[in-house]
C-alpha cells in the first residue's frame, strides 16, 4: 500500500466520480487500496462493508477528519471525533432531543411555517429557493431550540455561516476560507450564549421542559464535567448547522419535481407515506457526501484486503446508491421503491449506516426525512414557476448543487 500513487489531486479534480471510478479501474472490487493526504487509504463499498465500517472494533473515528474538515464542517472537540463511552454519552444529548417523535414533528411544523412566511413575503418576485430556504430554516430551527433570535438579519447572517461551513469543507481557496471564518464567527457568538445561559442571563422563553440550548450548556461528558463553553457552542452548531443544511435537498426536491411532473402530481395526492418515500429517493438520487471515514483500529482484514492499523478507511457513499446489485434501475428516480417500508441500517446511507442511538449514523437523519418530506410537499403544492436557468448540478463540485440555486418566481397568489 505504501507503493501507491497520492490521489489527492485526483479526488479534488473529479469531486463525486472520484471513488465510483476509483473501483471501476479495479474491477469493482469491494476494497480498493490508494492513497490520500500522503497517508495510507483503502476505499470499501457494498452492504458487507457498510457493517464493517461501523463496527468500532474495526473503526476508529478519533484522529480520522483532517484539521480543515473540524475547522469548518464539525468543529474541534465535536462528537464526530469521539469513539466508544465518551461518544455514546456525548451522543445522548443528541438522539435524546433530536430522535423523538415530538421534537421531529415540531421542527417539521415550524420549518413549513417558516417557509410559507418566507414565501408570503416574497410574492410576486423572484428568488433564490436555495438562499431563501436556508434562512426559513435557520429561523425554524432557532426557535425549535430555543435560541433567542428567529427572526431578522441574525438569523440570515447564521443561515449564510451555517451554508459556508458546509460548502467550503472539501475544497481548497476561497469557499474553504470563507467557511473558517464563518465558523469561528458563530463559535464567538455561541460560546458567549453559552456563558450566558449558564449565569442566568440569556434571553429565554417559557417552556416545560428544558430547550436544547440549556441541555447543551448543562450537559456533561461521560467523566461528569461540563462542556467547555467552545466545546458547547461546538456542540450548539451541530444541530443547527445540518438543519440549515437541509436546505442542498430541498434544493434537489425542487429540481426533481421540475424534472419529474409526474412526481409531483403524485406527491400531491399523498403528502403522507409518498412524501416520506419522495424524501428516502431524493437523498439517494442527489449527491451530498462523497464519502465518510475513519481508522482502522487494529490490523484488519476485508474482502481479501489487508487493512493495517491507522490506515485511513474510506466508505463509498454515491458508489452505493448507484450499485445496480442494490437498487433496480438505479439511475431512474422512483419514489415507489420505498413506499410501503423503511430502508435498512446498511441499504440507505446518505447520512451514515449502523444504529444512530449508539454508533455513528447521524442522529438527526430523522428530522432531515421529516422536514424534507413536509417542505416537498409544500413546494409541490405551491406551483413555483422556474425561468430558463441552469440547473447543471456539476458532479466535480463537492457539495454540489444546481448551478442557479433554483431560481424561482413567486405567485402573486398562494394556495390556501
Known sequence: MDLLADNTLALLARGYAWAPGLRRRHADSPAVPTRLMGRPAVLLHGPAAVDFFYDERHVLRHGALPGPVLDTLFGRGAVHTLDGETHRVRKELFTTRLMTPEGVDALGRLAREHWLRTVDGLRGRRAVLFDEMAVALA???????????ADGPTTRRLAEDCVAMVDGFATPGPRHVKARRARSRQEAGFTRLIGDVRRGTADSRPSGAPTVLEAVAGHRDADGSPLDLHTAAVELLNVLRPTVAITWFTAFAAHALHRFPEVREELRADDGPYARAFAHEVRRCYPFVPFVGGLAARDLRFDGQDVPEGTLVLLDVPGHHRDPGLWPEPDRFDPRRFLGREPGPGELIPQGGGDARTGHRCPGEDITVHTL???????????????????????????TRPRSGVVVRIPTRLPA
Not at 139 to 149: D, H, L, T
Not at 373 to 397: K, S
Open 139 to 149: 429561523g425554524a430551527v432557532c426557535e425549535w431550540s430555543g435560541v433567542p433570535f
Open 373 to 399: 418530506a413536509t417542505l416537498a410537499a409544500v413546494l409541490a403544492d405551491l406551483e413555483l414557476d422556474m425561468p430558463e436557468q441552469d440547473l447543471g448540478i456539476p458532479v466535480r463540485r463537492i457539495p
